[in-house]
C-alpha cells in the first residue's frame, strides 16, 4: 500500500459461464455477480473478483483482475482454440 504498486490476480474467462457473446459484445465493465459459475472452480474466481474488490475499497488499495482466455498449458482443455485449431489443421480442415 505504501509503495502505491497494484496487486495483480488471476481471474478466468470461466466466470462467464455458458453466457453467449455472439450479439453482445463482452465488456470488462459488467460486474461477476451478474453470471452464474457452472464450476467449483469458476465459483472460486468470482469469489476471489469479489474479495479483491472488498479489499480495495476497505484498504484504498489498487486491485487488477486479469480474466485469462484460452490458456495455453500441459492440462489444457481439449475443447480450448488451441487443440482445436490443431485438431482441425491435422485433419485437413478449415479453421473457421
Known sequence: ???GIPIVYASSSSI???ND???EPLKDTVQVNNYI???VYAASKV???NLGSV???MYNLTMVGLRFFTVYG???RPDM???TFCDRLLNDKKIM
Open 47 to 49: 469469489a476471489t473478483e
Open 16 to 18: 462467464y459461464g455458458d
Open 81 to 83: 482454440a488451441l487443440w
Open 74 to 76: 500441459s492440462y489444457g
Open 21 to 23: 457473446f455472439k450479439n
Open 37 to 39: 459459475p457452472k464450476s
Open 55 to 57: 479489499y480495495s475499497k
Open 1 to 3: 500500500k505504501q509503495l
